[in-house]
């Protein structure tokens, strides 16, 4: 999945100590677990409509590529670990909304022959996995309360 862009300002970085080494290639969505954690701090956003940001390969384009309904899966699966992760961290309330709706997807991909038939307990176990690793606190290089290197 290709990383999302958005600007920040430098020294809001440093105060939340910067984004969690945890979420590594094999759990995307750095970007994600720093803005919801920035979020929670009071930190607000705002929409830019002149700001633009071109993914190389937008999800929508994966046709392009040879179809591995495999590769799909743990591609799924690496997304859904990290948004367990996260939404156990900061937002446990939509743990089941999110487990839900992603298995319901899953169960259509299934159908639809896009995921392989085993696809089903692949993303939940995904799931179990970012729920406890969300019970871990942030890790980065960062630490909580530390000055800003200077420029």
């Known amino acids: 999945m ?3 862009n958005f600007a920040l300002r430098r020294i809001r970085g440093f105060e939340a100590g910067g984004f969690d080494e ?3 290639a094999d759990w995307p969505l750095a970007e994600v677990e720093l803005l919801v954690r920035l979020g929670k701090r009071g930190l607000r956003f705002r929409y830019l409509p002149s700001a633009r940001a071109v993914n190389a390969l937008p999800r929508g384009d994966r046709a392009r590529e040879s179809f591995e309904p495999d590769r799909e899966l743990e591609i799924s699966a690496a997304e859904l670990r990290s948004l367990a992760a996260v ?3 900061y937002e446990s309330w939509a743990v089941p909304i999110m487990f839900t709706s992603r298995m ?3 169960i259509l991909d299934v159908a639809a022959r896009r995921l392989p038939p085993h696809a089903l307990g692949r993303l ?3 799931v179990g996995e970012g729920l406890r690793s ?3 606190p942030v890790a980065g ?3 909580p309360g530390r000055k800003e290197p200077e420029e």
Request: proline share 5%; charged share 15%; glycine share 4%.
């Open 134 to 136: 969300g019970a871990r």
């Open 2 to 4: 290709p990383a999302s």
């Open 104 to 106: 319901l997807q899953a």
């Open 124 to 126: 939940a176990a995904a």
């Open 22 to 24: 945890a979420f590594t």
């Open 87 to 89: 939404f156990a961290r």
């Open 141 to 143: 290089r960062l630490a």
